[in-house]
C-alpha cells in the first residue's frame, strides 16, 4: 500500500471499475497490480504510506495472541447466560476460544473503530503535511492524525500493553457487567512465541536476541529494518539499531522484561510506524 501511487496504477483500476462499479475488479486491478506486486517498487522514495495508529496496535495484538480473561465462545456459553452487548444467537460465529478485547479509549492514539469523523473517514486524502511532502506534490492523508501529543499518548499506550499489568479498562467498562471483574477486562498479550524464539536459537544470548529482534522486524516490519540498517546514535558514536538493541535485550535474564523492551522498542521505532 502506498499514499502516492502512481497516475498509470490509479488508471487501470479506474479502468477496472468500469461503467457499472464492478468492485470484484477493482480489488483484483488493486492487489495484482504490477506496481503493487513488485518489490522494486521499494526503493522509490515515494512508495510507502504511515501506518494508521489503529493498524499498528492491532498488528501486535494479533502476533502476540491477545486476550482477556471474558469468553466469547460457544464452549463457554452456561445456560444461556450472554455477555450483555454480545447477542447470544452470535455466540457460535467465534472461535471456541475467542474472547472479548476492549481496548479502552481509542482517542489517546488518535483512531477510534467505527468513529470517523466524517463519512470520508479519519483524514483527507489530499492532505499533505508542510516539508518535504508537499514540496514534492505528495500526500500523506494518515499523518494528519498524528500530533506531538498524539504521538506520547500513543507511545503510553504502547508501554502499558506491554507491560506486565496490560491494559485493562476504565471503571465505566467494569460496569458493563457485574458479573466480571476489571482484572477480568484487562487485555493480556502472549509472550510464548517470543520465548520459543528464544530458546529454539542456537548459540549466545546475543544470537538469541538477535532472533528476537530479527522476528519482530520481520512480522511487524517486512524485515526492513534489518536490510536498510537504521542508524542510531550511541554515546559518541552511531551504530545500527538492530546491533543497538540486540546488544540490550542480550543482557536481560528475566524473559518478561526482555519481551517488553524487544516489543515497545519495535514498535516505537520510526522505521516500523511507515508500511511499504
Known sequence: MTSNPSPGYIERVATAFGEQGDLRAVIKAILLDPE?????????????????????????LRLLRASSEIPLGESYAVDNDAIPGVGHSNIERFDPEATLLRIGNMQAIGQEVLRAPSVFNFFSPDFAPTGLIAGNSLVSPELQLVTESQIFNTFNVFSTLVSSAGLSRSSRYTNFNLTYTRDQFRVKLDHEVLDSV??????????????????????????????????????????????FLTQRLSTYSNSMNRNRLAVYTMMTAPDVQISR
Open 198 to 243: 528464544w530458546e529454539s536459537t542456537m548459540g549466545t544470548d546475543l544470537l538469541k536476541a538477535e532472533a528476537i529482534v530479527r522476528f519482530l522486524d520481520f512480522y511487524l516490519n517486512a524485515g526492513q529494518m534489518t536490510n536498510i540498517g537504521q542508524e542510531v546514535n550511541v554515546g559518541s558514536g552511531t551504530d545500527t539499531f538492530i546491533n
Open 36 to 60: 503493487a506486486r513488485n518489490p522494486a517498487t521499494i526503493n522509490s522514495p515515494s512508495y510507502g504510506k504511515f501506518k494508521e495508529p489503529l493498524l499498528h496496535l492491532t498488528s501486535v
